[in-house]
């Protein structure tokens, strides 16, 4: 009896050495943002709770090295204290990376710099470099992640189509605001699209491809209302239009009429919405007010496609924005 006891533990022991080898514990949090640094660009990932976990891609505008990197955090407005779920990232060559994701108040570490060596597996069967024991170690002294959030911030800004030299949140001004308008909006939007989501789970689907509502603000006289598209499909998305309306709430009434919302700014909106990436955009309207038989509707139309979304924002979140 005493051998069989021993023996398992023994298989158990083994058994736990190898998934610890396989995979690498990630701790993700609501108020903190957990960076993967990969040593090459990503070509995809794939996350099994998305309900949750956010993780935001690497987009190829952003700068030179924001090809690699990869921000995780957990939805701040989620009600879970605890939750797990699996992470894959497969970079250009092929290499696979297996990781957990753990729900966690304060992670330990907040910023992996990604080695080769991490890599379970090459997608196209290729062998996985590794170091060569001989080989000099280059060790890199780790940023804290406030380091690194001001270099990617530095990096949006430097590559931003529009912002100069000088310009920061402190120029955003009444002064501005009066004087032009356009560009005020296109500041305050410009900043807005670091924020989190301050909406919890406000969103449309069909199949794979989302549309979220992020958050509805109000500042000065506008309503700003902030969006994210995510396509998880391979097949790339063309948008015919993307359209908002006023209508009454009861879908099937005779007398549900719809009046059409004008934007007065509308900020990287996004033409096409690449397979397996999303895209964070944001709409001005002046100021309104419903009463409690009127919503938003928001209409995604695909261009020769049918992956069309409806969104139905309500009044109680109309009538109180966030505001900033």
């Known amino acids: 009896m005493m051998k ?6 023994v298989l158990l022991s083994g058994y736990a050495l190898c998934a610890q080898a396989s995979s690498d514990t990630l701790q993700i949090s609501k108020d903190f943002k957990t960076i993967l640094i990969f040593p090459e660009n990503i070509s995809e990932s794939s996350i099994g709770n ?36 699996n992470y894959l990232v497969i970079t250009d060559t092929g290499n696979v990376y297996d990781f957990v994701l753990e729900l966690v108040a304060v992670p330990e570490k907040t910023t992996w710099y990604i080695t080769q060596e991490m890599a379970v597996a090459n ?24 380091e690194i959030e001001k270099m990617d911030a530095i990096s949006h800004i430097k590559n931003s189509d529009k912002i100069v030299a000088g310009n920061s949140k402190n120029s955003v001004t009444k002064e501005l605001y ?68 006023i209508a009454t709430n009861y879908k099937n009434s005779s007398s549900n009429q719809k009046m059409e919302l004008k934007p007065v700014f509308v900020y990287k909106q996004p033409k096409t919405i ?28 695909e261009e020769s496609g049918n992956r069309n979304l409806s969104l139905r924002i309500g009044h109680e979140i109309i009538n109180n924005p966030i505001d900033f």
């Open 178 to 245: 009066l004087s032009d308008p356009l560009e005020y909006y296109r500041l305050r939007c410009y900043y807005m699209q670091f924020d989190k989501a301050k909406i919890s789970r406000y969103f449309s689907r069909l199949d794979n491809v989302f549309l979220w509502l992020k958050g509805v603000y109000y500042n000065e006289d506008e309503l700003y209302f902030h969006y994210r598209i995510e396509n998880k499909e391979g097949l790339d998305m063309d948008i015919n239009f993307i359209k908002h309306q």
């Open 274 to 301: 690449a397979g397996k990436s999303e895209n964070h955009f944001v709409v001005v309207f002046k100021k309104f007010a419903l009463d409690e038989k009127k919503e938003v509707l928001v209409e995604l139309d």
């Open 50 to 85: 998305d309900f949750g976990f956010i993780v935001d891609l690497p987009k190829p505008e952003d700068g030179k090295f924001s090809g690699r990197i990869i921000k995780l955090y957990y939805d701040e407005l989620a009600i879970e204290k605890e939750n797990v779920t």
């Open 4 to 9: 069989a006891l021993l023996l398992i533990s």
């Open 123 to 146: 997608i196209e069967g290729k062998p996985i470099e590794k170091r060569n024991e001989n080989q000099q170690q280059i060790v890199t002294p780790e940023k804290p992640n406030n």
